[in-house]
């Protein structure tokens, strides 16, 4: 079957870094988004990683293992404002995306 | 309109009844979709649309429609309306021309079932 894992919830504090980690197994692979969802809102999107590696993008960054299943996204500099969700969400070989339930980040002054 | 549009914001709705769920983008994008979000749980797919005159279903389809007679709109019908379709529901749209799927979501329809 298709299975996300994501850590349900973090904490961290303001001006600080987070890494938040992201696993997946999905039947074929074309790439996994990133994306941020404050509460009461609509997600948007944050990055897109297709090779292995890192991209960065300001603030945020978003790294891809293929032949690991394992993706991360780290936020540098950290704002209240970053206080969100941050959903993990792979593409399968239908070009559908596979949503896992995101990570909950809290952020303390 | 500029992106994409729900309607309604939110709604209450007695068990039994029928809804459609308003959806319409004016970016040109080939591809809608239906997602529902529950708490605890990631967003499901309900229904989607690679282009206008054909749609699929998602992960959950069952008690609910949808149809695409045109690029700009998808709207989302419950039949008759059950407590467990009590969600959040997203609409989303992605270009689906190549490889690259970014989607954009509407704002969300709240709904209560009764």
């Known amino acids: 079957g298709q299975n996300i894992d994501q850590p349900t919830e973090m904490t961290a504090t303001e001006g600080a870094i987070v890494q938040i980690n992201c696993t997946y197994q999905?039947?074929?692979?074309?790439?996994l988004f990133w994306y941020q969802q404050h509460a009461g809102e609509a997600p948007t999107f944050l990055s897109y990683?297709?090779l292995d590696g890192l991209e960065e993008k300001g603030r945020f960054s978003s790294f891809l293992s293929r032949s690991k299943g394992y993706s991360y996204l780290l936020l540098k500099e950290l704002q209240m404002k970053d206080s969100a969700s941050y959903l993990c969400?792979?593409?399968?070989?239908?070009?559908?995306?596979?949503w896992g339930a995101g990570t909950k980040l809290i952020i303390k002054p | 309109i500029a992106g994409i549009t729900q309607a309604p914001t939110s709604q209450i709705l007695a068990a039994g009844r029928r809804m459609t769920l308003r959806c319409t983008q004016d970016?040109?994008?080939?591809?809608m979709y239906w997602y529902r979000q529950d708490l605890g749980l990631g967003l499901r797919l309900i229904h989607y649309?690679?282009?206008?005159?054909?749609?699929g279903k998602g992960e959950v389809p069952d008690g609910y429609s949808v149809s695409r007679a045109n690029t700009d709109d998808f709207p989302l019908t419950l039949a008759s309306a059950v407590p467990s379709q009590t969600s959040v529901y997203f609409c989303?749209?992605?270009?689906?021309?190549?490889?690259?799927?970014?989607?954009?979501f509407g704002p969300g329809t709240r709904l209560t079932v009764l």
């Open positions: 970016m040109r994008h080939n591809a």
């Open positions: 990683n297709v």
């Open positions: 649309s690679n282009t206008a005159g054909t749609t």
């Open positions: 999905t039947s074929g692979f074309n790439g």
């Open positions: 989303a749209s992605s270009l689906r021309d190549s490889s690259y799927n970014e989607q954009f």
């Open positions: 969400a792979p593409f399968d070989s239908n070009y559908q995306l596979i």
